[in-house]
């Protein structure tokens, strides 16, 4: 019998191309999309739930026969910067729900992404190692770092089948970023196209990490389904790509559209970056189960223009 999937936030950055990529997999009908509101698009099988609602949760797990949960819910960098409070509550009850599941044996497997946001200003800055000083100082960091601590727990104690990566700056043309402090490396070609010019919220030489969603939905898949004898870290796995700045990619994009300007006005999200590391070293990903990414800074310029009209 086919697993039976439920992603809970799919209507977000990565949900909307995880659940493509899962129901390839698992079929159509064996994985269920979940987020508090109805995706914009029809999205069958979807149902509407709250990841706090742990009653809810339960009832939903029992009535589809869910065997595997992708936690997606949780409140960006930036946003939970300025909502502290709720952003503890969301990133770190919700995950409670789906530990406490697992370890209750309702489900077998977590997916739970966790973020370069674990680092902090006290990190070594570039290819920063799996194994490092680790004082995150946003609210968003603390929470991811917290939860990686609460999944190796629960892994060592009750044998929960849980897997992480410290996903990078994530970037895609399918769904909007919601709220972190990579976003601007979205936003920029959305800009570019409809007015040929970008106000960067990150001075120009203000590198950080960064991914192509394609890459980072095959990292997903390929942690999930490697044998659980590879999976030496249940923490989370740091994962890199490329790393690059705001003036870096706006030279990429000047390639396909010549006249197009960056302006610099950094905010309260240069303070984040800065704390972050510019690059990840992901060896320890490799050697267990694999790990490569194949995209580089032209090739998702290119990809992001093609895409966004
Ligand atoms: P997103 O903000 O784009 O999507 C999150 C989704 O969760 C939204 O659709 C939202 O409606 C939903 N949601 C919020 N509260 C909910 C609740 N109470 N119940 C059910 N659904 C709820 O986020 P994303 O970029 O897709 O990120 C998903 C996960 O990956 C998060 O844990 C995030 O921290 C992590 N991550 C993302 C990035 C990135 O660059 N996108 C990088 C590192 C880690
Ligand atoms: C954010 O900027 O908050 C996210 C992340 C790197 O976790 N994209």
Redesign the pocket.
Known sequence: MSERVLVIGSNGQIGTELVAALRLQYGQSNVIASDLKLPLVANEPFATLDALDKTALYNLVKKENITIIYLLAAM???TAEQQPAFAWKLNMESLFNVLELAKEKHIKQIYWPS???VFGPTTPRTNTPQYTIMEPSTI?GIS?QTGERWCEWYYNKHQVDVRSLR????ISYTAA?G?????YAVHIFYEARKNNTYTSFLDADTALPMLYMDDAIRATLEIMNADSSKIKIRSAYNIGGISFTPAQIATEIQKHIPNFTINYMPDFRQQIANS?PQSIDDSYASNDWGWKHKYNLQEIVGIMLANIK
Do not use: E, F, R, V
Not at 167 to 170: D, E, I, R, S
């Open positions: 960006l960098s930036a973020s370069i946001a968003y991811k996903y990078p700056g994530l970023p709220g972190g402090t990579t976003d972050w």
